[in-house]
């Protein structure tokens, strides 16, 4: 198993544009979940999914949209970059029937 | 509101000294407790984690104890190594069946010295 992966792992960014951050898993996991890590700040909640085509923000949702159309997949996309958008950003997914997260290493997003 | 308070860092350590990170946390009802670890230039790994009041935790040396009258849970290890050097999170999941939603703490840096 691959486990949760992420692309990209660095992205460089003008204010303005957007992309979208992937995240897969092959572990068939109902619930993933999307996190930013800023420095002293520990990680935020941005939006998580319970199944597919079922999604809920989190404690941080403001300019991030996501879908869920695959258990497997679940794509984090920024519509116009800010700064404050500038962290690391973290996928995880879990099985219903459990408590544990396992996380992706992270993609690095730089917005200038 | 919910969270999780933990002894700032960066902490630094010789090898085979005593660890303790400190973690208290403020939520309603009861909560399932973890510490996560997260090498540089990696994505976070569960250290160890538990579910009820009493219940300690343990996984490569570390413990942690659920406190539940002085809502904490503190890691400790009895001698660190070299390897050990990371930054290690306190978090709990309120409502694993809500998408296994976890409040984290900041986060305690750990540099550990020969």
């Known amino acids: 198993n691959a486990g949760v992966t992420q692309t990209p792992k660095f992205q460089v960014l003008k204010t303005g544009q957007s992309m979208t951050l992937q995240c897969a898993q092959d572990?068939?996991?109902?619930?993933m979940s999307w996190y930013r890590q800023d420095p002293g700040m520990g990680l935020r909640l941005i939006h998580y999914s319970v199944g597919a085509g079922i999604t809920d923000q989190g404690e941080v949702p403001n300019g991030y949209n996501v879908s869920r159309s695959t258990t497997e997949d679940f794509p984090l996309r920024l519509l116009s970059a800010a700064p404050s958008q500038t962290s690391v950003y973290f996928c995880a997914s879990t099985r219903r029937d459990q408590e544990t997260q396992y996380f992706g290493p992270g993609t690095r997003l730089l917005v200038l | 509101g919910d969270s999780v308070t933990q002894m700032e860092g960066p902490v630094t350590l010789s090898e085979e000294a005593f660890l303790t990170i400190n973690c208290t946390y403020t939520a309603t009802g009861y909560p399932s407790l973890f510490w996560y670890v997260q090498y540089p230039g990696e994505g976070l790994q569960l250290l160890l984690k538990?579910?009820?009041?009493?219940d300690k935790g343990s996984n490569k040396g570390f413990e942690a104890t659920y406190r539940k009258e002085t809502t904490s849970f503190h890691l400790e290890k009895g001698s660190v190594q070299v390897s050990d050097s990371a930054v290690y999170f306190c978090?709990?999941?309120?409502?694993?069946?809500?998408?296994?939603?976890?409040?984290f703490g900041q986060g305690t840096e750990l540099s550990v010295k020969p």
């Open positions: 572990m068939n996991h109902e619930y």
């Open positions: 978090a709990f999941a309120k409502f694993y069946n809500q998408g296994g939603k976890l409040i």
């Open positions: 538990a579910t009820k009041a009493d």
